[in-house]
């Protein structure tokens, strides 16, 4: 069973960036495809951007495409979504998932993935 935990989140002013790092232990990454998710008060978990095993195939929600990019470091265990042009509409809690591949859920549903790490805050301010 893989262990994740995020850093990296904080208040930014609108249009700024930052790194998200999921830190995996306890298995190693590799053995998993990984994904990102975020969640805003009220609202469901939403989909944020997926990345294959070995990091060839990555995939985004709309919300995300030219200005999230997601990647891993399977060397480090780490796996990282740099999130640019930020927006306050971004605001959420992030999640980083590894995916254990049991489920038959599609890529962007939130029950395909196993494990979860505890969030980190991102708060973009207009």
């Known amino acids: 069973q893989v262990q994740l935990v995020e850093s990296g989140g904080g208040l930014v002013q609108a249009g700024g960036s930052l790194r998200l790092s999921c830190a995996a232990s306890g298995r190693a990454l590799s053995d998993y495809a990984m994904g990102w998710f975020r969640q805003a008060p009220g609202n469901d978990r939403e989909f944020v951007a997926r990345i294959s095993r070995g990091g060839t195939t990555k995939v985004y929600a709309d919300s995300g495409k030219g200005r999230f990019t997601i990647s891993r470091d399977n060397a480090k265990n780490t796996a990282y979504l740099q999130v640019n042009g930020l927006k306050p509409e971004d605001t959420a809690v992030y999640y980083c998932?590894?995916?254990?591949?049991?489920?038959?859920?599609?890529?962007?549903?939130?029950?395909?993935?196993?494990?979860w790490g505890q969030g980190t805050q991102v708060t973009v301010s207009s």
């Open positions: 998932a590894a995916d254990g591949g049991y489920s038959g859920s599609r890529y962007d549903d939130h029950q395909r993935y196993d494990y």
